[in-house]
Nanobody, 116 residues
Framework: QVQLVESGGGLVQLGGSLRLSCIAS????????MGWYRQAPGKQRELVAT???????NYADSMKGRFTISRDNAKNTVYLHSDSLEPEDTAVYYC??????????WGKGTLVTVSS
């Protein structure tokens, strides 16, 4: 079992910054991929970015240049950073953990609301 706890969401002003954190605990595989997905109201969940334990990153095309994903393997923590948020960034952001083999886990999500 793996538990994921996201933090850092809330109300952000238009053009403001975002920094989300997700801490993984439990049976953590030494090789894994962690990432962030988001789901806006009325839309399907979509990929923001993922990062492997070796630091390899993958971004959705629409997120490239706007979001930065990073991780601290010693803390089993993944981060998501963005500057200049826009109204369409309003969504519930979900943390994801995928071991090299086995099932994928999801956090409960943290709501980010971009206000003008």
């Amino acid at each position: 079992q793996v538990q994921l706890v996201e933090s850092g969401g809330g109300l952000v002003q238009l053009g403001g910054s975002l920094r989300l954190s997700c801490i993984a605990s439990g049976s953590i595989s030494s090789i894994n991929t962690m990432g962030w997905y988001r789901q806006a109201p009325g839309k399907q969940r979509e990929l923001v970015a993922t990062i492997r334990t070796d630091g390899t990153t993958n971004y959705a095309d629409s997120m490239k240049g706007r979001f930065t994903i990073s991780r601290d393997n010693a803390k089993n923590t993944v981060y998501l950073h963005s500057d200049s948020l826009e109204p369409e960034d309003t969504a519930v952001y979900y943390c994801n953990y995928s071991p090299r083999s086995g099932i994928t886990y999801w956090g409960k999500g943290t709501l980010v609301t971009v206000s003008s």
